[in-house]
């Protein structure tokens, strides 16, 4: 089990002491959060893609690889990378030249983004979002997995004789995961390709996800990678933790009666009782996560949002102190509950050694 | 036993979206329907009579006979055009000259067409009262179509709608209510669905 945080990125007024960090301030916050996952043992820092305030990361690669610099273990990741406003072949260069400065320890979320107004920016139709979606992706695969691309679609030039570089590491490419909450087409994107599934998790009752994970589930399996239990999938949560939860609520309230997205909206008792949010002390925030295996089926990586809504970045970082504590029994719990065939998250490492295993396998064949 | 369909088409011009519209869904309404027997009428045709009939009080034998087709028909087909925010004045004096109760609890089936999509609600804002007051029994489906639907990109989806909006008429009339419900199913054979799994037919 991969446990990490993912971020918006956004700069939202401190609702408790009405400061503002600039744009340059978010930027550094993001950076010293990421390190000190590392720190704390986390696996995995995810960066959003965003091109309108009060959103930074535009760049998310850049962010990514001064952070790969930085840190020792934890995968660099996205949340996601814009799929139908990108360049594939723009996608298919930066996240190789990502995941070579990193030694692969990095993959990247496939999204379509929340910000309608995106498409016409980068002179794309947002009737048209499934679409490119799909017509993108077929083609970012083609520029990772063929050394030479002759490609023409509806969206983009036709590409002849065509070779992206940098390759990819070991002549592996980075892994995908495919971040959706309603599309079945994504889903099935995600499972045509043995691809990782991810759901939100974070602003909806959980109850609105399975339809799509079991979906994606049933068409893994259908497409012969693995059994429905073995599928890829990704889970978001989120949290605000304190030694004794009465003190959560009443630090918290004042982020979440204004945050963007739920604020001026349902109470936070309301929101804590039907969505995944947890606001109390560290065990809580345990058992919750621990039943979204329950519910969902054993999975392979676990994102938090941390650092939103205007949380200064003192507290940020001592959220992440206390996911700290309680981090070796989450995995020692997700680990217990998770049957020996239930493969772990995909790594670098492991899917070179499996290529490797692979073609060792097709000699003695032959 | 022969289904009789009434297809009235308000289209004003010559030759007219609005009569292409009323052709194509009284095609697909012949499928959805199997035995079925479709009336075209074109208002533009009757424009001397139903003015007539608005200054007289009553219609002359050729307008007369369409109210007759009217009131014995099994289901209607109402196509209008939408010029300023509703249907035009013609197709309203058709209404008005009509007995009140002419098309009381007849399944109708309503369609429009606009120069641009801003006009898309027209069907439910104005068309819709009407039938309300008529007392007709409008299928849920309402066709529109503006000028993007008759491009190649939209036609399928112009086509499918119609389909959608006839299927619902024939299975009224079968009495089987609307025959529709929750699509709890994902499409696992759309195109676009399709096209995820064949990466180099493109």
């Known amino acids: ?366 | 036993m022969t289904t009789r369909i009434v297809v009235i088409s308000a289209g004003l011009g010559e030759p007219s979206t609005t009569r292409m519209l009323a052709d194509k869904i009284a095609a697909s309404a012949s499928k959805a329907l199997g035995d079925a027997q479709v009336e075209i009428v074109t208002l533009r045709d009757l424009a001397h009579e139903i003015t007539d009939a608005g200054l007289t009080g009553f219609a002359a034998p050729r307008l007369q006979h369409v109210y007759d087709q009217v009131m014995s028909a099994d289901a209607l087909i109402v196509t209008v055009p939408i010029f300023k925010v509703s249907y035009p004045g013609l197709f309203k004096s058709f209404v008005d000259a009509m007995d009140s109760d002419a098309i009381v609890g007849t399944p109708v089936l309503l369609a429009a067409t606009g120069g641009t999509a801003r006009h898309s609600l027209a069907i439910e804002t104005s068309l819709r009262p009407l039938f309300a007051y008529l007392q007709a029994f409008v299928v849920p489906t309402g066709v529109f179509a503006s000028p993007h639907d008759w491009g190649s990109a939209g036609e399928n989806a112009l086509q499918r709608r119609i389909d959608r909006a006839t299927g619902e008429l024939a299975s009224v009339l079968r009495g089987g209510g609307t025959g529709r419900s929750r699509e709890e199913d994902i499409d696992l054979f759309s195109d676009t669905m399709l096209s995820i799994s064949n990466p180099d037919l493109r």
């Open chain 1, 1 to 366: 089990m991969q446990i990490g945080i993912f971020t918006v990125g956004d700069v939202t007024p401190d609702p408790v002491n009405g400061t503002t960090v600039t744009e340059h301030e978010r930027i550094k916050n993001t950076v010293e959060i990421a390190k000190k996952s590392d720190d704390i043992g986390l696996d995995v820092f995810a960066t959003g893609e965003h091109h309108n305030p009060p959103f930074v990361p535009s760049s998310p690669t850049t962010t990514l690889a001064y952070i790969g610099a930085q840190t020792k273990n934890l995968i660099l990741s996205t949340s996601t990378t814009l799929i139908t406003t990108n360049d594939p072949v723009k996608i298919a260069e930066d996240y190789a030249t990502l995941q070579h400065l990193v030694d692969g320890r990095m993959d990247l979320m496939l999204g379509r983004g929340n910000t309608a107004p995106v498409y016409p920016w980068f002179g794309k139709d947002i009737t048209k979002a499934v679409e490119l979606t799909i017509e993108n992706y077929q083609l970012l695969r083609k520029l990772w997995d063929e050394p030479v691309v002759n490609w023409e679609g509806k969206f983009r030039t036709p590409l002849q004789n065509f070779t992206a570089t940098p390759a990819p590491l070991d002549g592996v490419a980075p892994f995908v995961w495919h971040g959706s909450i309603r599309t079945p087409e994504v889903a099935e994107l995600a499972a045509y390709y043995g691809d990782g599934y991810f759901a939100n998790n974070i602003f909806w009752p959980k109850e609105h996800y399975i339809r799509l994970i079991n979906f994606y589930r049933q068409r893994y399996a259908h497409y012969g990678h693995g059994t429905a239990e073995q599928a890829i999938v990704g889970l978001g949560g989120q949290f605000f933790m304190r030694k004794n939860s009465q003190d959560a609520v009443n630090e918290f309230r004042p982020y979440f009666d204004v945050a963007p997205v739920y604020g001026h909206g349902p109470s936070l008792e309301d929101f804590t009782s039907q969505t995944p949010l947890t606001v109390g002390s560290p065990q809580q925030v345990l058992e919750r996560t621990l039943e979204f295996a329950d519910f969902f089926g054993d999975y392979q990586r676990q994102l938090f949002l941390v650092d939103h809504a205007g949380l200064p970045l003192k507290t940020v970082l001592e959220q992440l102190d206390l996911l700290g504590e309680i981090l070796p029994t989450m995995r020692e719990e997700f680990a217990k509950r998770r049957p020996a065939n239930v493969p772990d998250a995909p790594t670098h490492t492991a899917r070179v050694a499996a290529r490797v295993a692979a073609a060792v396998d097709q000699e003695v064949t032959v």
